[in-house]
């Protein structure tokens, strides 16, 4: 009798937290963007500054979209032409219609979007996810690339997540599409953050909204079993462009000391290390982390930090 009642229970917990997509049409008008197709996919994106200016190109994390870059984009359009988009499988841009996830894929629209946009070289800047796409773009494409900003980079291996091996999605990820609480998300949201507080309630609101806009939870997921990690090391190597690594020394996702192996591997890199900040420091303190990107732009040193630097 317990069974029944425990299941009955839990169908009844499944119905009161449902949550359903929101209309696409409701979330365009609160996150405005431009579109573009390209490969396919209709992609949101932002391009302000002036167009004669050096390009810079924004490329954000896993399960964020291009409004993160909100404040950075503000400061930079005055003196650079900035481009951001939500990639494919998130945001307002949703599921990739041939449900190819993989890097290639999105280099190869990353490559298309910038030739729709006339754009034959840009600095690169990622966080995360989009960091490592911009690095695996900069080996691929070291002629359309200036220079490189890597904000806490994803690409390398960790014990839960080895080379060449796909992950093994969490029992409690496959009820993503279904089940997305607002208080949940929250305590996901707070591990980006060195100080729990910067997550604001306007931050939340818009990565629940854009969580459920149509398609994107089940995007995740699918992103998710495609991932396989390889060895970065003879990719980076390839890179010679001018590299600053930018990391929050309180960053819980993908720790600071992570950045030796970028310092070893990358030929042109530098650290610059943010204190009291996580793995998103343009939204927990815009001015402060945007301070040293602006001057690496500018073509000003960066302060390096060598492997064996201590934590």
Aim: net charge negative.
């Amino acid at each position: 009798m317990i069974a029944p009642l425990l299941a009955v229970a839990g169908v009844a917990a499944t119905l009161l937290l449902y949550s359903p997509d929101k209309p696409r049409a409701e979330l365009e008008a609160a996150y405005p963007g431009q579109y573009l197709a390209v490969d396919g996919v209709r992609l949101r994106l932002r391009d302000t500054g002036p167009r004669n200016a050096p390009a810079l190109i924004l490329l954000h994390g896993f399960g964020s979209s291009l409004d993160t870059w909100e404040p950075w984009a503000q400061a930079l359009s005055a003196r650079y032409r900035v481009i951001r988009f939500d990639l494919p499988g998130f945001g307002l841009t949703g599921p990739d219609p041939t449900g190819d996830y993989s890097d290639a894929r999105e280099i190869k629209i990353l490559v298309d979007l910038m030739d729709q946009l006339g754009v034959s070289r840009a600095a690169l800047i990622g966080n995360s996810l989009g960091g490592r796409i911009a690095w695996n773009f900069s080996a691929q494409h070291p002629e359309r690339v200036t220079r490189m900003v890597l904000i806490s980079p994803d690409g390398f291996a960790s014990p839960e997540f080895p080379y060449e091996k796909a992950p093994e999605t969490p029992l409690a990820m496959r009820a993503l599409p279904y089940v997305t609480p607002k208080p949940l998300l929250r305590e996901t949201l707070v591990a980006a953050y060195a100080r729990p507080d910067a997550l604001s309630e306007a931050t939340l609101t818009r990565y629940h909204d854009l969580m459920l806009a149509p398609g994107v939870r089940e995007a995740i997921l699918e992103r998710m079993e495609q991932v396989r990690l390889h060895d970065p090391a003879p990719t980076l190597a390839r890179i010679k462009i001018p590299t600053l690594l930018l990391w929050g020394e309180k960053d819980a996702m993908i720790p600071i000391r992570n950045a030796d192996d970028y310092l070893r591997d990358l030929p042109n890199a530098t650290l610059v290390r943010l204190p009291n900040l996580g793995h998103v420091p343009f939204e927990e303190d815009p001015a402060g982390s945007l301070a040293p990107v602006q001057a690496f732009l500018a073509g000003k040193a960066a302060v390096t930090r060598r492997p064996d630097s201590p934590d």
